[in-house]
Structure formats: structure tokens, C-alpha cells
């Protein structure tokens, strides 16, 4: 679904706890207790309790005997009546309610089933949001709201955790008191039959008292919904996860790579931060609340002898980190400071007697140095310097920087004092180097991440143009034979139309033929024979060094076809080159369905190189350049070719990802791709084998199978307008600046009437959550003009979000004050009542203020029809796009 009525789940007025009134309730008198411990503001009321009053609070027989609805209603009660229940509170105005545990019920899987259809059918008429079933609850500290069973509490902070685990949930909600951490939310899933990840991730984006999520799961259902809630959260704020690893899914014969590679592709394209331990989430939490905003991948160290930092360096390189490189004028002023006659470098090792003043000091110095980007600092028992006073002084230099400082302290109860004031003043502390390093690489990751999600690969190729009319008449061929492998010259145009090489040498009729092609193409060649009848070859030898070798793998080839009784008779021979003339080996290149994501495209080395699937690394389409390269430089097969090579080679593997992936947007009926091998020269990519399987589809899904849709060019457009040309085309993240001017240049009455309210300007983190949107679920079209300055900005949008089931979409529009009355905002509307026509939408619905009498006389003039609206002082704009379809 999507975040409506999820107020009603994380910011009740009122709750109920809904018990069996004959059965004594575990589950229910936790989550009672939790919620008086809470100390939660609004009434909290129990529902059908067994006694008059449990725990000081008010209790009735019946949901009918209610004398106030309760916002949100924790069912504690057989499954069986789970059903009813949520129809009886949904008649009385309940709009969320969280589902409990079972009490060990014995239903079979059909029941299940049965089950959990009833509760979606007896929520959907009120819209009701179910949490759960088997859900442990949620807690919200800043309102005291603890409707959970969680065994100790939390405290309030800035952090949201989200859990399929109860077990982990507590434990992490433990290890955080200890640290003095607190969250803005905890929430337990349970089997997410209505609430799923996607939707608390949804809210959680929006959330002003959230600034990080954490996040523990299994798995999800929708790919394309998971990425797309997942998307917009780490667009605004840092997601760090851990997944657990799913039992018996890894490769098999049928499969290249497994589903938790999938997995990890997903959530590196999210933006996301994966982890992989308990203690790295415990790690997590700490360091989410700790941790400051950075942009910069270069650590210094620093440490009280040169052994510690010296295994620090070495523990960070070999993790793929990256030392700072200290500057001149740093090693200077540090020179003067330490005088240690020793040349200074990073790892900075302090002399045996350094005091806890010059700690600080030399922190400073490294503060201050612009090559440099975060410190660790590592301190082991000194009798010149005491790690308390150390660390005292180290964090209050570290207080007035904002840079990331990390600080370790190395040995035992000699260091816990220093690692208590660490903690007390907000700072990174640790125990060993190792640690410590995992945490800022954990946020270079963020960083690097964060710039593949801000990638937009487009719909439609920029640089070059695919023979469409090519591709489609080999896909038309191939289905007219009846055939879901393409044959091999069908594959191998297929190809072509979209500028992939692959190989097709001609027929050799003769073994002197054949020696004089091998001589052409440069040993070592590859030998096939060709059979009559048969479509490509289907006995070869490889690697081949000379003429001889040619002649005895002939015979030996021949033999082989008579002792396995191989159809036809031998009609020829056909050669290949071994290897690349660049010398890289050959690589595997190709596409295979997820049942979750969709189409996921892979790279690694040939399967001749190695066992099936080793070494393949997955990346979900659509791709760009960057997103491309990212892929090939984590490859690293480019890494053995001369330093003079190594661009044009990645170049060449860059540009047919992009096409591949091109091929995959236009082409639906592509199911998998192998191009193996696949050899990489500076000129560009050839495939000596290529196999292409096609499936029918009921309907064309194009990039909708995609878990990630690609920027939809095709909805630029040009127009007239005002005596000029506007274009007009989906919002794009660059446009945060534009639209941000767009809203400054309300005037007070325009804002009112677009926001309800006195607000003119959103802040950065609202402003980025809507330009970068994800296309399928949500849509913003701008008109995009020049000033007389010749500076393009945005003079009008208008949004449209669309429910899950794509019947329904809420719109609002908005144009520059000064441009009322041009009929830009009727140019805006009607591309977007296109475009909702288009996509097969049944109606666009607005809401407006009494008073804006502009906008309804705009929607009268549409096609809209308006009524009074629930809320005082409101009009509903609504538009039949399409009749519903019969049932």
C-alpha cells in the first residue's frame, strides 16, 4: 500500500489492548505493562480484559461498549477472531492495529491462507493498516508509546530501528541503554501481511525525529516496491542493514549466482549500507548516533607507538581504505610540536612520552588538514599520559570540528575509564583499530553508495541508436519458429542491432581451409566442427597452437562424433580466436531472472576460466555509464592489462553493459542473455558464444518488470507557450535548487492555497525526497523556461502519486506566482491527465481550499467534478479517467 493511515500506527491519541476475556494473556499484560511504563499521554483502554482493571486502567467488556475509539488497537487475541475484531474497530473509527503472536494455534497452511485473505478483507473497507500478525509491537519514545512486548525500553534519540526479529530488536534496544543511545522508533514486522518493510521505510523517510535507519531483515516479497521505499529513504538519510543469509539459495546448476548476491546488488544500488555480523549492528547503532556528516575517503592515524599504528594502516589498506597523505605545512607544525628528529608520515606514531596536551595538540593539527578527511586516534597504557586524561582531552578538541574523529582504546579495565568518556561526549570509542576502521569504511560505503543512487539511467539510449527495426524482426523470426532459444545468426543480429559484437566466422570446407583461416586470425584458435543439419557446432577444441594441433584435433573431433553417434555428417570447419589480442581473459557477460528483482545483469570471468557462476557479480538494470563502470572496476579484470589499455578496455565492457541493458528496456521478451566468452579489445567487445532465451508475454511489462525504472525520457516534450518554447519532462534530483525557487516565489495567499497553510519553502531534506522520486508510483512533471537571463528554472509543477494498485492517483499543481492567468497551470494539468490516461489509471482526485476558486474553475473546465470535502473549508476535485473494468 503505501504510508496512508500510518499516523494512526506511529503517532496515536489513544490506544486499546484487545485480550481474550477468558484466557490469561502473556502478550497482552507485557504489552499493558510497557505501555503504563511508557507513560504514553493519551488514554490507553483494555479491551475485553479478564479483570475490571489492569494496571490502573480502564477496562470494558466489549469493542461495542466503547465510549471512544482508540487510534490505534494491539489485538491480543486466537487468530481465528483476529478477523472479526478488525471489522468491529474499523466500523468504530480504529485505523491501525497491530497484530500479536499467536497462542500456539494449529492451523494448517490453508487455514493460513484463509486466515490472513480474511484480515486484508476486513480491513480494506476502512483502510485500516495492519502490523503483523506475529508482530512484537512498535515503540515511539518521544510520545512514551511502548505497545510492544520488548523486555526493556528505549530511550529517545534519532535513530529508527526496524526488525523481523523480536529477539534481535531486544538486543539491540539492550546494548543501546548500556551506551546511552535512544531511537526516534522500534518496530517489529512480524509476518508484514499489510505493513510491510517498504511502507514503514516510506514513513520513516519523512519522519522529522528520524535521522538514521537501521534495519534487520530476511527478505521481501516485491522487489520493485523494496526498491523503490528503499531509494527514497536513503535519499534523504543514512540506511544501514543486515540481512541474514538465506539457507539452501545458493548457486546451483540451474543458477549463475545465488539470491543473496541479488540481494547485495540491491541494497549497494539503494544506497544502503550492508553489514554482516551482531556486533557489527551493535557497532551500527553507536555510530549512527555518533557519527557525523562526511564526503571524504582519506583516514589519518595517529597512535602512541609506531606498532599500533602501524597494524591500524595495515588493517584499513587491506580492507580497500585509503591514508591520507599529509601535507607539507601539516608535517611542519607537527614537527615543531613533537620534535622527535624522526621523519613524520601517516600512521603519526607520538614519542613514549607525549602528554596528554600534546594528544590533543597533534589532533588539532590533523583537524586542520584539508588532505585529510577523518583522524583515528589509538591509545594504549602510557605512565606519561593516563587514557582518562587522554581521552578528555581528545574530545575536547574532537568537539569543535566537523570532521568524523574515531578514537580506540587498546587494552583492558587501564582504558575503560577513557572509553567511558569517550562515550559520555558523543565520541566514536572503540576497542581495537579494526573495529574502529570497519566503521569509517562503513561510511565511505555510504558515500559511495549514495552516489550510485543518485544515478538516473534515461529510457532511451543518449549516445547511441539501436536498429530497432532489426532487433524486432529476429525476435519476430524466432517466434514464428516456435523456438524460445534464438538460434545463433538470430542471436548474433540481435546483437548487432544494438552494437554488440559477436562472432561468425565462415565455413572452412577443408582442413588446408582451415589452417589458412587459423593462419588470419592469429594462434591460438579455437576448432569446431560443423555439423550439416545443425545449427552451430557441437564438438570443439580449444587453445590450439599450430597447424598440426589443427590436423590432430580434426581426427580426434571426427572420432568422437562416430563414437557418440552425432547426428549429421561433418560439412565443415569453423575457427575462433582463443584469446583477446589485448591479453585479458575472457569474461562472461549476460542477463538471468530474479523472482524477486526481475532481470539482473552479470559480469565475471568465463566459465572456461572456471567452475560454473564463480566469480559473477550482479547488477540491476537499468545501467548507465557510472553505473557500468561501478560494476566493471569491482570486476577487476582490467587490473593485468598494460596501464596505457586499462581505460579503453573498461570503456569497451562499459559500453556493452549499456547496450545489453538497453537491449533489456526495449526488448521485453528477453528472458536470459550468456555471452560466454566474451572477449574485450580496445576496439570493443566480441562474444564468441552467444546464447539468447525469449519468453512470451501475456502484456508488454517493458521496464516495469525492472526493479528499478529507468528515467522516462520519452515524456519530454516541447510546447508553445507565452510566445515562446516550454519543456516540459519528469523531474530530475538537479532540479532540488529550481524547485526550492519555484516555492520561494509564492507569494503568502499562493502558499496557502497549494499547502493548506503558511509554508513557502520546504526544507533540503523535503526537497530532495521530491526530486528524486521513483517514476512508477509517483510522477512530477515541470515546465522548464528561460528567464531573460537566460538561466532555465522551474515555473510550474504538478504531482501525481499513485496507489499500488494503480487505479487511483492524487494530484496537485502549483505555478509561479507571477504566471497566473497564462494557462500554464492547464498545460501542466492536462500532461498530467495524459499521462495518468495513459499509464491506465481509472481517476485523478485533488483537494483544494474553498476559496481557490482559480483552481476549481481549472478542474470544472477538465472535466472534474467537485464536492464538499470531509475536512471544513475543502473541495474535492476527482476525474474519471477510465471506466472500471468488470470483475
Known amino acids: 500500500m503505501t504510508v496512508r493511515n500510518l499516523e494512526f500506527l506511529f503517532r496515536p491519541k489513544s490506544v486499546g489492548v484487545v485480550a481474550e476475556p477468558e484466557t490469561p494473556n502473556p502478550y497482552a499484560e507485557v504489552v499493558l505493562r510497557n505501555l503504563a511504563a511508557g507513560r504514553f499521554a493519551g488514554p490507553v483502554t483494555s479491551i475485553a480484559a479478564k479483570r475490571h482493571s489492569l494496571f490502573g486502567m480502564k477496562a470494558h467488556g466489549s469493542i461495542e461498549e466503547l465510549e471512544s475509539t482508540p487510534d490505534l488497537a494491539v489485538i491480543c487475541a486466537a487468530r481465528r477472531d483476529v478477523p472479526r475484531i478488525i471489522a468491529r474497530l474499523g466500523e468504530r473509527g480504529t485505523r491501525a492495529v497491530i497484530v500479536g503472536a499467536s497462542t500456539r494455534e494449529k492451523l494448517s497452511g490453508s487455514e493460513v491462507a484463509q486466515l490472513r485473505k480474511a484480515i486484508l478483507d476486513a480491513a480494506r473497507p476502512q483502510l485500516m493498516r495492519v502490523l503483523g500478525p506475529g508482530s512484537g509491537g512498535l515503540l515511539v519514545p518521544a510520545s512514551g508509546l511502548n505497545a510492544s ?49 517498504a511502507d514503514v521505510l516510506d514513513w520513516l523517510a519523512a519522519d522529522p525525529d528520524t535521522e538514521a535507519i537501521l534495519v534487520q531483515f530476511d527478505a521481501v516479497a516485491v522487489g520493485r516496491k523494496f526498491m523503490s521505499a528503499a531509494r527514497a529513504a536513503a535519499r534523504n538519510k543514512p540506511v544501514v542493514a543486515i540481512r541474514g543469509r538465506s539457507v539452501g539459495t545458493g548457486r546451483s546448476a540451474d543458477r549463475l549466482f545465488s539470491s543473496d548476491e541479488v540481494y547485495e546488488a540491491a541494497l549497494r544500488r539503494a544506497g544502503w549500507v550492508r553489514i554482516d555480523t551482531l556486533e557489527d549492528l551493535f557497532d551500527a547503532v553507536e555510530a549512527m548516533a555518533r557519527v557525523r556528516p562526511s564526503f571524504g575517503e582519506r583516514l589519518s592515524i595517529v597512535a602512541n607507538g609506531h606498532g599500533l599504528g602501524r597494524i591500524a594502516a595495515d588493517a584499513l589498506l587491506r580492507s580497500g581504505g585509503r591514508l591520507a597523505a599529509l601535507s607539507k605545512d601539516t608535517v611542519t607544525q607537527l614537527d615543531a610540536l613533537l620534535q622527535t628528529g624522526s621523519p613524520l608520515r601517516n600512521p603519526l606514531a607520538l614519542p613514549a612520552d607525549v602528554t596528554p596536551s600534546n594528544w590533543a595538540a ?27 586524561e587522554v581521552a578528555a582531552a581528545v574530545c575536547n578538541t574532537a568537539r569543535d570540528t566537523q570532521r568524523n574523529v574515531f578514537t580506540c582504546w587498546v587494552g583492558g579495565s587501564a582504558m575503560q575509564k577513557a572509553q567511558q568518556i569517550a562515550a559520555a561526549h558523543g565520541v566514536l570509542s572503540h576497542n581495537s583499530p579494526e573495529k574502529a576502521i570497519a566503521i569509517f569504511l562503513g561510511i565511505v560505503d555510504y558515500v559511495r553508495n549514495r552516489e550510485l543512487l543518485m544515478q538516473m539511467p534515461a529510457s532511451v539510449a543518449a549516445d547511441f541508436s539501436p536498429d530497432r527495426e532489426a532487433a524486432r524482426s529476429a525476435l519476430a523470426e524466432a517466434v514464428a519458429a516456435g523456438t524460445d532459444i534464438l538460434p545463433a545468426r538470430l542471436a548474433r543480429r540481435l546483437l548487432h542491432a544494438y552494437g554488440i559484437g559477436a562472432a561468425d566466422y565462415p565455413l572452412a570446407r577443408s582442413i588446408d581451409a582451415a589452417v589458412r583461416a587459423a593462419d588470419e586470425i592469429g594462434y591460438p584458435v579455437d576448432f569446431a566442427l560443423a555439423l550439416a543439419g545443425a545449427d552451430e557446432h557441437e564438438a570443439m577444441a580449444t587453445a590450439l597452437r599450430s597447424p598440426a594441433d589443427i590436423r590432430i584435433a580434426a581426427r580426434a573431433l571426427r572420432s568422437r562424433v562416430r563414437a557418440e553417434h552425432l547426428r549429421g555428417r561433418v560439412s565443415g570447419y569453423r575457427l575462433r580466436p582463443s584469446a583477446a ?9 549476460g542477463v538471468a531472472e530474479d523472482p524477486v528483482f526481475g532481470p539482473v545483469i552479470f559480469l565475471g570471468p568465463s566459465a572456461a576460466a572456471g567452475r560454473r557462476g564463480a566469480g559473477l557479480l550482479t547488477a540491476l538494470p537499468p545501467l548507465n555509464p557510472a553505473l557500468a563502470m561501478d560494476l566493471v572496476r569491482r570486476s577487476g579484470f582490467a587490473e593485468a592489462a598494460a596501464a596505457d589499455q586499462r581505460a579503453a578496455l573498461e570503456s569497451a565492457t562499459v559500453t556493452a553493459l549499456v547496450r545489453l541493458s538497453q537491449l533489456l528496456i526495449d526488448v521485453d521478451e528477453i528472458a536470459a542473455v550468456e555471452l560466454n566468452p566474451l572477449q574485450v579489445e580496445i576496439a570493443g567487445v566480441l562474444a564468441l558464444d552467444v546464447s539468447i532465451r525469449i519468453a512470451k508475454r501475456g502484456r508488454r511489462f517493458g521496464f516495469r518488470r525492472f526493479a528499478i525504472r529507468p528515467y522516462p525520457t520519452e515524456l519530454e516534450r516541447q510546447v508553445d507557450w507565452d510566445g515562446g518554447k516550454l519543456l516540459i519532462r519528469p523531474i530530475r534530483p538537479e532540479d532540488e535548487s529550481s524547485l526550492g525557487d519555484l516555492l520561494n516565489s509564492l507569494v503568502p495567499e499562493d502558499a496557502r492555497m497549494r499547502f493548506f497553510g503558511t509554508m513557502r519553502s520546504l526544507p533540503r531534506s523535503q526537497l530532495a525526497r521530491f526530486t528524486q522520486i521513483d517514476y512508477e508510483r509517483e510522477m512530477a512533471l515541470v515546465a522548464i523556461g528561460s528567464g531573460s537571463d537566460g538561466v532555465a528554472r522551474s515555473l510550474g509543477e504538478v504531482r501525481a502519486v499513485v496507489d499500488s494498485d494503480n487505479n487511483v492517483a492524487d494530484f496537485a499543481v502549483v505555478v509561479r506566482s507571477e504566471l497566473k492567468g497564462k494557462g500554464l497551470g492547464r498545460l501542466l494539468l492536462q500532461s498530467m491527465i495524459d499521462y495518468s490516461r495513459g499509464r491506465g489509471m481509472r481517476e485523478l482526485r485533488g483537494e483544494t481550499l ?18 464538499t470535502g470531509a475536512d471544513a473549508g475543502t473541495v474535492n476535485l476527482h476525474l474519471a479517467l477510465h471506466q472500471q473494468r468488470a470483475a
Open 850 to 867: 474553498a476559496g481557490n476558486l482559480r483552481m476549481q474553475q481549472l478542474a470544472r473546465s477538465l472535466g472534474f467534478t467537485l464536492k
Open 362 to 388: 597533534a589532533l588539532a593539527v590533523l583537524l586542520a588538514d584539508r588532505e585529510s578527511d577523518a583522524v583515528l586516534t589509538i591509545c594504549s597504557p602510557s605512565p606519561f599520559a593516563p587514557g582518562a
Open 581 to 589: 589480442r589485448s591479453g585479458i581473459a575472457a569474461l562472461r557477460l
Open 149 to 197: 512486548v520488548a523486555p526493556v525500553g528505549a530511550m529517545r534519540g534519532k535513530v529508527a530501528l526496524i526488525a523481523q526479529s523480536t529477539a534481535v530488536a531486544s538486543a539491540v534496544l539492550d546494548r543501546a541503554n548500556s551506551k546511552g543511545i535512544g531511537f526516534s522508533s522500534v518496530l517489529h514486522l512480524g509476518a508484514s501481511l499489510d505493513v510491510d518493510l
